[in-house]
């Protein structure tokens, strides 16, 4: 599969997902039969915190519930948010437990989705910060606009974009978090520059994704899931570090946080730009 058949592939995922949201009451075929999988209690994948799992999620591996999703956020993180970005919320993670924002800095959340870390972190930088969110998806754009006027949001702004080509200009923010997207990107060497072209000086970026134990081979990962469910496009740890030391990061760390699939994990990636 090339690279654009990837990311249509993901684009398409992420679409149904939002779709999921703002359509609880999905079309059904022609036999009465609904036309997406029944929800999956006991099960979660990237693309299952909406109410019905979209078809296209229904033959790929899925993970435990728990793996992915809302329930990695705290009950005060998710208090006072709209429900629908709450239930938009499919990340591997809490980008925001290592990011450490302060009031008044500005944010870039790579995917932002359905909004829910833009939401968050607008919230902890205050009225004198501000957050951006970058999505190729109009559909999450659209939900993620919708979720911004429910919360009265006044310091955030959606823009549409892919995490390859940022449209936004050189140093320009303080803080770079995303979460569970960039093992879904088709070029992560080009992500990982765009963050590091983004941030200001002494900037640094908050990351949580799924990462592969380093004796995984892309052939491994592939076995253990697909691209679209977070697992076959994964980095490894060292895979990782190698490629944030080599657009210029330092203090490049990458904590495991929770198995998703046997050997690799949702992790926590740390990383700053040097202020020289």
Do not use: W
């Not at 491994?220 to 977070?230: E, N, P, Q």
Request: with cysteine; glycine share 8%; net charge negative.
């Amino acid at each position: 599969m090339n690279d654009l058949n990837l990311r249509e592939q993901v684009r398409s995922r992420y679409a149904a997902a939002a779709k999921a949201v703002t359509s609880p009451t999905l079309p059904v075929g022609e036999d009465g039969s609904d036309s997406c999988c029944q929800p999956q209690p006991a099960l979660a994948s990237c693309c299952s915190a909406p109410p019905r799992v979209p078809a296209s999620c229904c033959s790929e591996p899925l993970a435990p519930v728990g793996h992915f999703g809302s329930d990695l956020y705290s009950a005060d993180d998710r208090s006072d948010l709209p429900p629908e970005a709450v239930e938009a919320s499919l990340g591997c993670g809490n980008p925001l437990m290592v990011a450490e924002l302060r009031a008044g800095e500005t944010v870039l959340d790579l995917g932002s989705g359905g909004g829910i870390d833009v939401l968050l972190s607008a919230r902890r930088v205050g009225p004198t910060g501000f957050a951006y969110g970058v999505d190729m998806t109009d559909e999450m754009l659209e939900l993620a606009n919708q979720n911004k006027q429910r919360a009265g949001a006044t310091n955030v702004e959606f823009l549409k974009g892919t995490i390859e080509d940022v449209p936004l200009p050189d140093a320009c923010v303080d803080v770079v978090i995303s979460n569970c997207v960039i093992n879904l990107s088709i070029d992560k060497p080009a992500v990982l520059a765009e963050m590091f072209r983004v941030l200001k000086p002494g900037g640094r970026i908050g990351i949580a994704d799924v990462v592969a134990e380093d004796h995984l081979t892309p052939t491994d990962r592939v076995a253990r899931g697909a691209y679209v469910s977070c697992i076959a496009g994964a980095l490894s740890r060292s895979e990782y570090l190698d490629g944030l030391r080599a657009v210029g990061f330092v203090d490049a760390s990458v904590e495991f946080t929770h198995e998703v699939v046997s050997n690799m994990h949702g992790s926590l990636i740390r990383a700053t730009k040097p202020s020289a």
